[in-house]
């Protein structure tokens, strides 16, 4: 799995002319599923996710969590985080879940957030094109990517 997180003041999602999903102080995660990803690795990115210290405590260091300041996530999927662009013009997508994988994933992280303590978990509409309105705090912008070293400890 890929994960961008963005630290965000607020943030929305609409299909056409329909908010399908919005939120205030906490996280945009665009979220993107491998043909390898499972249950495992999905559990486990939402777990980091949770416990990941990203937002500043009263001294401005970056040492508490999503959980610790109580924010709140609109979570997107975003298959086009597997685009592969090393060939030709016109990027490939085959390292990219199938759409039945990857809406169920999708749905299990945003069901892990909030079983982890996420007070409130908004979504995009899977599949559909989706306008993604945020305002982001910092800029503060991190990519957690499973099968990657920095990552560590994700995998499962």
Not at 3 to 15: D, E, I, P
Not at 97 to 120: K, M, V
């Amino acid at each position: 799995m890929r994960a961008v997180l963005q630290r965000a003041t607020r943030a929305s999602v609409h299909v056409g002319d329909e908010r399908v999903g919005e939120v205030g102080p906490g996280l945009v995660i665009l979220l993107g599923v491998g043909r390898d990803d499972d249950d495992a690795v999905t559990d486990g990115l939402a777990r980091r996710v949770t416990e990941l210290r990203i937002f500043a405590d009263a001294e401005g260091r970056t040492n508490r969590s999503i959980l610790d300041v109580r924010g709140e996530v609109l979570v997107v999927s975003q298959f086009t985080l597997y685009a592969d662009t090393s060939r030709g013009r016109r990027p490939g997508f085959t390292d990219a879940a199938p759409p039945a994988l990857a809406e169920r994933l999708y749905e299990r992280f945003a069901g892990q957030l909030r079983e982890l303590g996420i007070r409130r978990v908004a979504m995009g509409a899977f599949g559909a094109e989706m306008a993604v309105e945020l305002v982001n705090e910092g800029p503060f912008t991190v990519w957690l990517d499973t099968d990657a070293k920095s990552s560590a400890g994700i995998r499962t």
